[in-house]
């Protein structure tokens, strides 16, 4: 395959950038997203030009780390992570646009690389249950109902990669946020911060810069992991819960 | 020595919802859930011109007088207006407030960025700006008469709407309010049963039908009276 590629570069956090334009041959249709890249930085080093940085790590779409738009998608035209994106979705001699999240909360550090460290903020703020250090707890002392444990389950699977902020319209984190107060504030070992834990991330996430939701619903589209868009509801009825009874402390 | 035990002093529960953006998403509902209930009522009592003068004309009186003898003449119609005020200053300002900070968290573009958000759903704010100015004249036309386009008469609806809707502009203004009123309580009723975290997966398709169902049946009954203006069924 011959593509055309237009990716997105920037010197550092402070530098204005611009769309670069640069073509690739020989790509094979097997190849993930992220090889194709490497292939493209192989070529680049060997000219003697700056490669195009890229945050990636597992590359088994466990890890969140690589987080790419392409072509004004989140993680590209399939439902997963941009590594686990193959070429076969693409055609030859496509012209493909390739961008980092864009968000205030998440300021370009190079090229296509983004700090996200206000997710690990967020979750510092809640994102965590306070427990006694020590051996392994006896699994079975705190049971857990199934459906309680599907519903936990599936907001778990939440990778923090950040796709719901970057397609979002507003740069919200709702989306994460929810996901991550979900599935502590459905178990039991939660449920002692319970309160606490979704008014403290929900005021961290707002002290980030994040935008507020419209349920516009791309951030769940865009979600390699299918955290579905009710878990905003959820989200804020847990919120409004919490504020209820604080206001009666 | 008494130690200070609690640290975990908040601030009070309208401080935490004003400076929330899900508390303010919260005033949005609330404030927009009181509008769409008097939209309702609203609809219904137009409707009445189709029976004739006497009827919308006593329907009039009768807004002035409800509530008597507890209350005084016109009390409840203003204790209505003074609740309408506040809700639509709350959602205007929640509005604003929340939209500016939502451009301020995005203000990069990306380079081909399909619109994957329903219609309804991209003119929230437009829709909601054009449903604020036509607020404004419809007051103006309807209310206070300062406008109007033919020798307002308080107390005779009938003859004003006549009056309102022989005019052009009158007709367009209304009907392009009433369709942007649609979409706008379209996405918004909806969005709202979200942010009050009453929707869920199993009450997500009859949420959605009752949104749409309300939008078309509010657009068509407001729809109605000029079209029955401008159609002579109404004369």
């Not at chain 2, 998403?25 to 769409?36: D, E, I, N, R, W």
């Amino acid at each position: 395959m011959r593509l055309t590629l237009r990716v997105w570069r920037q010197k550092n956090a402070d530098a204005d950038g611009a769309m670069s334009t640069y073509e690739v041959d020989g790509i094979s249709r097997d190849m993930s997203f992220l090889e194709m890249l490497d292939t493209l930085n192989e070529e680049l080093i060997l000219k003697g030009e700056d490669p195009v940085a890229f945050d990636h790590d597992c590359r088994e779409g466990i890890c969140g780390a690589c987080s790419l738009v392409i072509n004004g998608d989140a993680h590209g035209p399939e439902r997963t992570t941009t590594c686990q994106l193959h070429m076969r979705s693409f055609r030859d001699g496509d012209t493909i646009d390739i961008e980092p999240w864009r968000a205030s909360a998440f300021p370009v550090v190079k090229d296509l690389v983004v700090d996200r460290s206000a997710f690990d903020r967020i979750i510092q703020a809640g994102g965590y249950i306070t427990a006694p250090t020590g051996a392994a707890p006896e699994a079975h002392a705190a049971p857990v109902p199934k459906p309680d444990a599907d519903l936990a389950f599936e907001h778990a699977e939440c990778i923090g990669c950040g796709a719901c902020v970057a397609a979002c319209p507003n740069g919200a984190a709702m989306l994460f946020t929810s996901a991550k107060v979900n599935h502590l504030n459905v178990l039991p070992q939660g449920a002692p911060e319970r309160e606490t834990r979704v008014l403290d991330m929900v005021g961290q996430m707002d002290e980030e810069g994040f935008g507020g939701c419209t349920l516009a619903g791309e951030c769940a589209t865009a979600c390699p992991k299918g955290i579905p868009l009710m878990s905003i509801t959820s989200m804020n009825k847990e919120w409004l819960r919490a504020t209820r009874k604080a206001g009666r402390r | 020595m008494a130690l200070a035990t609690r640290t975990d002093r908040r601030p009070s529960l309208a401080r935490t919802v004003w400076d929330s953006t899900v508390g303010k998403k919260t005033v949005m509902a609330v404030s927009g859930f009181v509008m769409l209930l008097y939209l309702v009522a609203h609809m219904i009592g137009n409707l009445k011109i189709f029976f004739g003068p006497e009827e919308i004309n006593h329907y009039a009186h009768w807004l002035r007088t409800v509530g008597e003898p507890f209350m005084h003449y016109e009390w409840t119609l203003w204790l209505i207006r003074v609740v309408l005020v506040v809700a639509v200053v709350a959602h205007a300002t929640s509005a604003y407030q929340l939209s500016r900070r939502d451009i301020r968290a995005r203000p990069t573009k990306y380079a081909n960025r399909k619109a994957g958000r329903s219609f309804a759903t991209r003119t929230m704010r437009w829709g909601g700006v054009i449903l604020g100015l036509f607020i404004v004249w419809h007051i103006l036309d309807l209310t206070t008469g300062t406008v109007h386009p033919g020798g307002y008469e308080h107390l005779h609806p009938y003859q004003n709407i006549i009056d309102t809707f022989s005019t052009w502009y009158g007709n367009v203004v209304y009907i392009v309010a009433v369709v942007a009123l649609g979409f706008h309580v379209r996405h918004g009723l909806w969005s709202a049963a979200q942010t009050l975290g009453v929707g869920s997966r199993s009450r997500d398709r009859a949420l959605k039908t009752v949104a749409n169902v309300l939008a078309l049946l509010l657009t068509a009954g407001f729809v109605a009276v000029p079209v029955g203006v401008m159609t002579g069924v109404v004369s």
